[in-house]
Structure formats: C-alpha cells, structure tokens
C-alpha cells in the first residue's frame, strides 16, 4: 500500500515537473529580438511589450546587416574569434581577452558566419563599421545572453521612419533615421503608405518631404497642414502646426516682412516663422481654430473707413499718431509724446492712453473695426468738427467760421498772440478765442 502510494506521488511529481518545464519553455519563447539597422538599437520584446533597449553597431555600406527573420543558435562565454578563412590565410584564431573583437559574449544566428556579440572596440557602436553582424557593449550583450535562451526569434529590419502618436496628448510624431544603406527609404513614396495606414491625412507633405531629407534620429512632432488666411482671404500655402507650436509660410507675405527678422522660424521647403511673433512684430491679431487667420484692425470715425490701420500686439490695439493725424486732421500735442510707444520705427498710442489725445476707441479682441468716438464743438448748436486736447487744452475748429471772424488767421498769432495749430488743411484754435472773436456765441463741446 505504501509503496503503491509512493509511485502515485513519483508519477504526479515527474508530471507536474514535465507541465511546468514545458510552460517555462512556453515563457521564454514569448521572448523576442527585433534590431532596427539604421536606428542601431536593439530591442528586447516580452509578450509584444519591449523590455529592453541597447545601443548596437551594424554592418558596413559594403558589407551590411542581413535583414530578415532567423533564430538564436548558440550561445557562448568568453569565446574564441576564428577570422574568417584565417587557416587559408595563414591567421591564427584569438582566445578570449581585451584582444578578442567579439569581446565576451557570442550569441550566433541562424545565418551562417552572423551573430551577436561584444567588441573590444566601445566606439564602434551607433556606427556601421562591422562586417555585418550585430555589435554590442560587453555588458550589455552580457546582460542579453541571460535574458534569452537557444530558439529565441530574431528579426532584422532596416526601417528609417517610424510613427507615433502620443497617448496623453495625441501628439503625432516622426522619427527619421539616417538611410545608411542608401535604400531610398527616406521618401515620401515609401513614408506615404505609412500615413495611409494609420489614416493620417492631414499631413504637411511638403514639409515632410523636407524633414525626411535632413534626418536626425530624434522624435519630431510630424508636421500638419492648416488652412491660413490673412484678412479674410486664403493664403495659396499652407500653414503648419508642429506639435504645439504654429508656422506660416513668408513667401506670400514676403513684401510685408522684408527687413523682419524673426527668432523662431524654420527652413523646409521655404522659409516659415511663428504665427505669433509675425503677428506682434507686424502688428496683426491672430485667431486659430480650424484654420490660422491672421486680421488686422481698420480704424473707423462716424461708421466710415479713416484708412488707416491699427497695431495689435498681443490683445492690445495701438493707434499710429502720424498717419491718423494725417488722415484726420489732427494736431499732435507735444505732451502727446509721453505717452506713445514706438514698434517698427513708428510711433503709437495705445487704446487706453488715446484719451490723452482727446480719443476714446470702442473695441475689443478679436473685431476687426475700431470705432474713434472725438469730442464735437458746436456753435450755437451748429456742428464745427471734432475738438482736440492740445496741451491740456480744448481746441476746436475754425475751418467752417472763417468768414465770420473779423480778424485773419495770421493776425491771431502775429498780432493778438493767439496759439493757431494746423494739422493738414485744418487750423485749431482755442475755444475761448472763438467766444471772443464772436461776442454772444455760445460754444459747446460734447465729449463721448
């Protein structure tokens, strides 16, 4: 009886030793080596999940890494290097040591003469300097050869694109290796299907073309095509977003940027710079939806166009002082000057301090029109145009009562020592000469 029972646990044993060995074997055949030639990196794959990454050198243009799927072979510490052919000639084999090129791991494949394995050359590595089979730094083979087993899947690849798309942000990415082995793998032909694949279709494929001609072997974002307009009307190019930053094209806009020099810009197919910066530096709003459109803001007085143009920087509106003063016929205090900002050569007035000029502007982020309120004088109810602050004071205009003055407008300076300011064809005086100049008038002046 007890010996009958014992056979039972024997064979129960020897059973569950045969399921377990073979579920182990199961495991370790779940791992994989995929090496991307032109990246030189290995990878070390667990159930489809990478678990390692390594540094590797490969084959030379001459001489290149066979690409394909094979298999581990062997395995071996501290091995001999037989150079190849060396009995004909006339070479001996080198035993293990700092003399040895493998250096101390050699993990054959199933491709005759080819394997993976040490050096005793470190610089070798993200180099394609072998004659073919797989350089690694000794600790890191070292590492490797514990990590797989004989029988462990190998597979070569020469891939010089891969794509991504970030999981947190959807971030969509592009990393180009250089073609080392000159297979033309870094054109839009070959990336094309790649794009189709994941349904990417909103690709910048000129400025791709760009990026995959100028590998660098580091993860960019991909470039997006974005529609761009200016004003209301389409640019023929295309604008580009690039990760989290916005690129327009300076081709269209060449006349309005000459002389502009912009920090963040880049040289794809033509010359881009940032949205942003062309913006302030230019002094247009910018709004990015579904497109980019870049405005700018038209200056308006009793609902008609003064053709002149505002300066946006940022949220913020500017009045130029010259070219509305010209427009409008209004004189410039000097004390004007305090308050003016200069951008491009050009001296401004921003909307809040435009009430030092008598202005007050009616608008906000992002309308295109700026309504100029002035202050109105009225002659005994009678409308004489828009009144200026001119040295903290009231002027108002005389253009539509010179007939009724007695005194000629020189004679107001020269003679009576009265301040005439002129601003274009348009003379201002003040308020209270034209009470004395018109005994019994009555002068109003309505501010908004």
Not at 176 to 185: E, L
Request: charged share 20%; glycine share 8%; net charge negative.
């Amino acid at each position: 009886m007890l010996q009958s029972r014992t056979a039972s646990l024997l064979l129960v044993g020897l059973v569950l030793g045969i399921c377990l060995t073979q579920t182990a074997t199961a495991q370790e055949l779940t791992r994989e080596i995929v090496i991307n030639i032109p990246e030189f990196t290995l990878y070390l794959y667990e159930n489809g999940i990478v678990i390692k990454k390594y540094p590797i050198g490969v084959g030379t243009e001459i001489k290149p890494s066979i690409l394909g799927e094979t298999e581990v072979i062997n395995r071996v510490e501290n091995p001999t290097y037989y150079p190849i052919r060396w009995w004909e000639r006339g070479l001996e084999p080198i035993p293990p040591g700092p003399d040895n090129p493998v250096g101390t791991r050699w993990i054959g494949l199933g491709i005759p003469s080819y394997g993976i394995h040490g050096t005793n050359n470190p610089a070798s590595i993200g180099q394609a300097m072998s004659s073919g089979c797989i350089r690694m730094y000794n600790h890191d083979v070292e590492e490797l050869m514990d990590l797989i087993r004989i029988g462990t899947k190998v597979t070569l690849i020469y891939q010089t694109v891969t794509l991504n798309q970030d999981p947190l942000l959807n971030t969509k990415m592009v990393t180009i290796y250089p073609d080392i082995y000159k297979n033309n793998s870094n054109s839009l032909e070959q990336v094309k299907p790649m794009l189709e694949q994941r349904a990417w279709t909103d690709v910048h494929l000129e400025v791709l073309a760009a990026m995959l001609e100028s590998p660098t072997g580091v993860p960019q974002p991909l470039p997006l095509a974005v529609d761009f307009l200016v004003n209301g009307s389409p640019m023929e190019a295309a604008a580009v977003r690039y990760g989290n930053r916005y690129y327009i094209p300076l081709g269209d806009l060449f006349t309005e940027s000459a002389g502009s020099k912009f920090k963040d810009r880049q040289d794809w197919d033509q010359e881009y710079v940032n949205v942003f910066e062309f913006a302030d530096k230019l002094g247009y709003g910018c709004l990015i939806e579904d497109c980019i459109e870049l405005f700018s803001v038209e200056l308006m007085l009793f609902e008609e166009s003064t053709g002149v143009q505002g300066f946006l920087r940022g949220n913020q509106l500017y009045i130029p002082v010259e070219e509305l003063s010209q427009a409008l016929g209004l004189p410039i205090p000097s004390s004007l000057a305090a308050y003016t900002e200069e951008f491009n050569g050009v001296k401004y007035l921003s909307q809040e301090e435009s009430l030092e000029w008598g202005i007050a502007l009616s608008w906000s982020f992002p309308q295109r029109q700026a309504e100029i309120a002035l202050p109105l004088a009225y002659l005994d109810d009678q409308p004489l145009g828009p009144a200026v602050v001119h040295d903290e004071e009231v002027y108002v205009p005389i253009d539509r009562i010179q007939d009724l003055i007695a005194v000629p407008d020189e004679e107001l300076s020269s003679h009576y020592g009265v301040e005439v300011v002129q601003a274009g064809d348009k003379l201002y005086v003040p308020e209270w000469v034209i009470q004395w100049l018109l005994p019994g008038a009555e002068i109003t002046v309505v501010y908004p």
